[in-house]
């Protein structure tokens, strides 16, 4: 255990919770809703018989719905338990994805894409939510940095195994998805509902989504706002990174694969240490503050991209600042409300994903009014940078509006009213 905590922290003990383990076990497969199959959309054109374009609806289809159903998932969470809800999302998200592996028709895999995404919208949101009913505190963010380290790494190392899959059948990739199955199962049989160990008789009242709408203030929804932030950013780094390495500074896609996995390696190790930075600064605030900012500046360096290292730099701190801020972001959401806990981390959740969707189609837009002006390497440069500078801005508008700076370790609704 002396090695944990050297890694971890004074609160690395949370690995010892079976509950947290069944989490984490569960986390396993959600982050590959997208990443899986990214790497291999070029290869899935010729057995769809579809064009470069079409493809990427595989994608959309997955992400889309959870714009809206991840709010009311938590609804259910919050009314009827987290382990009913982590089963069927594990069941759905698990065979559905699988199954895509099993037809050559087109709009049979988006719609079962499209199954997919009602499954996912109920797995992270919900492990987010119940490690926030298993621990309290820095315990909590030390958690919740683990949680979504594992993430990071499961996100770098299955689409590389993927990537070699493909090249024996297309889809083998796809049935990596099925592993969710079994994972439901034990949860069925080991996991303890989570949030019968968190919440108090008080709260026992299941809340409506009527009841959510009236207890949302200005503070929280500035807290909501900005915890779509980091997904905004990082989604303009990974669709933009590729073009800036090989038209800006006419690199390779093996130097754009490398500041990827930079980035990555930056937020699952920057996750694992937010318990770290709770424990250090006297409000979440600050560490939040400087993350945001450190994303900003990061962003700004992969747009300027005067060289190489520098982008390389840029990424280092994008990634940095994404593992810490979503991190903590999530433990300071879980800590407002028992009552409300479930369907606030869903709601900021649902928030993120419209970060992760409508960014790219912003920036696209905003490339191609640029181009006549300042060229298209100009346009590039300057949508990323003029992204850094409002995104950062708002981002400490947001943390100081949520009053985060006057909260020491505790939720920013503490009255509960």
């Given at each position: 255990?002396?090695?944990?905590?050297?890694?971890?922290g004074?609160d690395?003990a949370?690995l010892?919770?079976?509950s947290?383990?069944?989490?984490?076990?569960?986390?396993?497969?959600?982050?590959?809703?997208v990443a899986l199959i990214s790497?291999?959309l070029?290869?899935?054109?010729?057995?769809?018989?579809?064009?470069?374009?079409?493809?990427?609806?595989l994608i959309t289809a997955f992400?889309?719905?959870?714009?809206?159903?991840i709010?009311?998932?938590?609804?259910?969470?919050?009314?009827?338990?987290?382990?009913?809800?982590?089963?069927?999302?594990l069941?759905v998200?698990?065979?559905?994805g699988?199954?895509?592996?099993?037809t050559?028709?087109?709009?049979?895999?988006?719609?079962?894409?499209f199954?997919?995404?009602?499954?996912?919208?109920?797995?992270?949101?919900v492990?987010?939510?119940?490690t926030?009913d298993l621990f309290r505190?820095?315990?909590?963010?030390?958690?919740q940095g683990?949680?979504?380290?594992?993430s990071?790494?499961?996100?770098?190392?299955f689409?590389?195994?993927?990537g070699v899959?493909?090249?024996?059948a297309w889809?083998l990739?796809?049935?990596?998805?099925g592993?969710?199955?079994?994972?439901?199962?034990v949860?069925l049989?080991?996991l303890d509902?989570p949030?019968?160990r968190?919440?108090s008789?008080?709260?026992?009242?299941?809340?409506?989504v009527?009841?959510?709408?009236?207890?949302?203030?200005a503070?929280?929804?500035?807290?909501?706002?900005?915890r779509?932030?980091?997904?905004?950013?990082?989604?303009?780094?990974?669709?933009?990174?590729?073009?800036?390495?090989?038209?800006v500074?006419?690199?390779?896609?093996?130097?754009a694969?490398l500041?990827?996995?930079?980035?990555?390696?930056?937020?699952?190790?920057?996750?694992?240490q937010?318990?770290?930075?709770?424990?250090y600064?006297?409000?979440?605030?600050?560490p939040?503050?400087?993350?945001?900012?450190g994303?900003?500046v990061?962003?700004?360096?992969?747009?300027f991209?005067?060289?190489?290292?520098v982008?390389l730099?840029?990424?280092?701190?994008?990634?940095?600042?994404?593992?810490?801020?979503?991190?903590l972001?999530r433990?300071?959401?879980?800590?407002?409300?028992?009552?409300?806990?479930g369907?606030l981390v869903s709601?900021?959740?649902?928030?993120g994903?419209?970060?992760?969707?409508?960014?790219?189609?912003?920036?696209?837009?905003?490339?191609?009014?640029l181009?006549?002006?300042?060229?298209a390497?100009?346009?590039?440069?300057?949508?990323i940078?003029?992204?850094?500078i409002?995104?950062g801005?708002?981002g400490?508008?947001?943390?100081?509006?949520?009053g985060?700076?006057r909260?020491?370790h505790?939720?920013?609704?503490?009255?509960?009213a």
């Amino acid at each position: 255990m002396g090695s944990l905590a050297a890694l971890f922290g004074r609160d690395a003990a949370v690995l010892r919770d079976r509950s947290f383990q069944l989490l984490l076990l569960t986390n396993l497969t959600p982050p590959l809703g997208v990443a899986l199959i990214s790497p291999l959309l070029n290869t899935l054109t010729g057995p769809f018989a579809v064009s470069g374009a079409e493809i990427g609806l595989l994608i959309t289809a997955f992400s889309a719905p959870s714009i809206v159903s991840i709010p009311l998932v938590g609804t259910l969470a919050d009314r009827y338990g987290r382990k009913p809800v982590l089963v069927a999302g594990l069941l759905v998200f698990g065979g559905a994805g699988a199954a895509v592996g099993l037809t050559t028709e087109f709009r049979v895999a988006l719609a079962l894409r499209f199954v997919q995404g009602i499954g996912f919208a109920g797995l992270t949101p919900v492990i987010v939510t119940s490690t926030g009913d298993l621990f309290r505190d820095s315990a909590e963010a030390t958690a919740q940095g683990i949680r979504f380290a594992t993430s990071g790494v499961t996100m770098m190392v299955f689409p590389l195994v993927a990537g070699v899959l493909v090249a024996v059948a297309w889809q083998l990739p796809f049935f990596f998805y099925g592993i969710s199955i079994p994972i439901a199962v034990v949860l069925l049989l080991f996991l303890d509902e989570p949030r019968e160990r968190g919440v108090s008789k008080e709260v026992a009242d299941r809340p409506t989504v009527r009841d959510l709408v009236a207890y949302l203030d200005a503070r929280i929804t500035a807290l909501l706002i900005a915890r779509a932030l980091p997904n905004a950013f990082y989604t303009a780094f990974l669709t933009y990174n590729s073009l800036v390495i090989v038209r800006v500074l006419d690199g390779s896609p093996r130097q754009a694969g490398l500041l990827v996995a930079a980035a990555s390696l930056a937020h699952a190790a920057a996750a694992t240490q937010s318990g770290r930075m709770t424990a250090y600064f006297s409000t979440r605030f600050q560490p939040l503050f400087g993350a945001t900012l450190g994303m900003g500046v990061g962003l700004s360096f992969v747009g300027f991209a005067p060289s190489f290292p520098v982008v390389l730099l840029g990424s280092v701190l994008v990634g940095f600042g994404f593992g810490t801020t979503l991190s903590l972001y999530r433990s300071v959401i879980t800590s407002i409300s028992e009552t409300f806990r479930g369907s606030l981390v869903s709601l900021g959740s649902s928030l993120g994903r419209v970060g992760s969707t409508f960014t790219p189609v912003l920036l696209g837009a905003a490339i191609h009014r640029l181009r006549p002006i300042v060229g298209a390497t100009g346009a590039i440069k300057t949508a990323i940078v003029v992204l850094s500078i409002v995104g950062g801005a708002l981002g400490v508008l947001c943390l100081v509006a949520a009053g985060l700076h006057r909260q020491p370790h505790r939720s920013v609704n503490e009255t509960g009213a």
